[in-house]
């Protein structure tokens, strides 16, 4: 069973910068991608980007491309999300999301960018 522990969320004003980490253990393996998702308040969860284990194929939604961007030490299977530029509409819960044969999930992490 893969845990996922998210951290750095937070309160930020517009145009600030956070950086999420999202670290994976237990039954952790090779080939696995991870990535972000989040919800906003009454809206469904959407993509945010996604990596593949080997730090290769970054993927981004249109709405962050050019401010975010995904990195990953598979060494210590962690995955970080860099947030620059920040808008209040990027205000939601982010989570964490591991896939390798299964889908797993973190427990999310709020941010908050005020204008």
């Known amino acids: 069973q893969v845990q996922l522990v998210e951290s750095g969320g937070g309160l930020v004003q517009a145009g600030g910068s956070l950086r999420l980490s999202c670290a994976a253990s237990?039954?952790?393996?090779?080939?696995?991608?991870m990535g972000w998702y989040r919800q906003a308040p009454g809206k469904e969860r959407e993509f945010v980007a996604r990596?593949?284990?080997?730090?290769?194929?970054?993927y981004y939604a249109d709405s962050v491309k050019g401010r975010f961007t995904i990195s990953i030490d598979n060494a210590k299977n962690t995955v970080y999300l860099q947030m620059n530029s920040l808008k209040p509409e990027d205000t939601a819960i982010y989570s964490c999301n591991y896939v390798f044969g299964n889908n797993y999930w973190g427990q999310g992490t709020q941010v908050t960018v005020s204008s």
């Open positions: 990596i593949y284990w080997s730090g290769g194929s970054p």
């Open positions: 237990g039954g952790t393996g090779s080939n696995y991608r």
